[in-house]
């Protein structure tokens, strides 16, 4: 079974952009489809991007449309997620997951997740 890991979270100030990766050693990895999330302290986890297996199909939650970029190296075994013009609401732990059936944006179609990375912006 495929096994992710982010990196690149941490403290960053608000209008900052940061970039997020989710890699894989696993040699199925580019067979996945690939969805971030984010979850803060009390509240649901909530859809960020997903990609589809070759990058040229994706889609972004309303929070994040327009100042967020997810792609893809598969040669790499890595996702990213660049967040432009970060906003104190988007302080949350960063997860990412794969599916390897289904593009979607809820949590129940992904199969298996990272561990998380912690953003936290200050305003």
């Known amino acids: 079974q495929v096994q992710l890991v982010e990196s690149g979270g941490g403290l960053v100030q608000a209008g900052d952009s940061l970039r997020l990766s989710c890699g894989s050693s696993d040699a199925t990895f580019s067979s996945y489809i690939i969805g971030w999330f984010r979850q803060a302290p009390g509240k649901e986890r909530e859809f960020v991007a997903a990609i589809n297996r070759s990058g040229g199909g994706v889609t972004y939650g309303d929070s994040v449309k327009g100042r967020s970029t997810i792609s893809r190296d598969n040669a790499k075994n890595t996702v990213y997620l660049l967040m432009n013009s970060l906003k104190p609401e988007d302080t949350a732990v960063y997860y990412c997951?794969?599916?390897?059936?289904?593009?979607?944006?809820?949590?129940?179609?992904?199969?298996?997740w990272g561990q998380g990375t912690q953003v936290t912006v200050s305003s």
């Open positions: 997951a794969a599916s390897a059936r289904l593009f979607g944006r809820a949590v129940s179609v992904y199969d298996v």
